[in-house]
């Protein structure tokens, strides 16, 4: 099992930068993959950006390539999203999750955290 925190709220203007973390506990957070997810208000939950658990292989929605990055430091159990050229769309509160292995759900989830994108 493991437990997901994020870090990372903010007020930003368009154009803003900011990095999101994702604080994990347990001492298998190597086989866990780590995805961002956001919810803005009256939309449902959308994905943002995945790092798997081997491999660290990345993907991330059309919406924010070019734009943001997923990284992860498994000696620390942490999960970072770079997020740049920020844009009023982005405002949501993210989420990160975890699923472990080769499972296809996302079964782990933080609190979220909210940033939002001025105009």
């Known amino acids: 099992q493991v437990w997901l925190a994020e870090f990372g709220c903010g007020l930003l203007q368009t154009g803003g930068s900011l990095i999101l973390s994702c604080a994990a506990s347990g001492r298998t957070f190597s086989y866990y993959s780590i995805c961002w997810f956001r919810q803005a208000p009256g939309k449902e939950r959308e994905f943002v950006a995945d790092?798997?658990?081997?491999?660290?292989?990345?993907r991330y929605a059309d919406s924010v390539t070019g734009r943001f990055t997923i990284s992860r430091v498994n000696a620390l159990s942490m999960v970072y999203l770079q997020m740049n050229t920020l844009k009023p769309e982005d405002t949501a509160v993210y989420y990160c999750?975890?699923?472990?292995?080769?499972?296809?759900?996302?079964?782990?989830w933080g609190q979220g955290t909210q940033v939002t994108v001025s105009s």
């Open positions: 790092v798997a658990w081997r491999g660290g292989e990345t």
């Open positions: 999750a975890a699923r472990i292995g080769f499972s296809d759900e996302w079964t782990y």
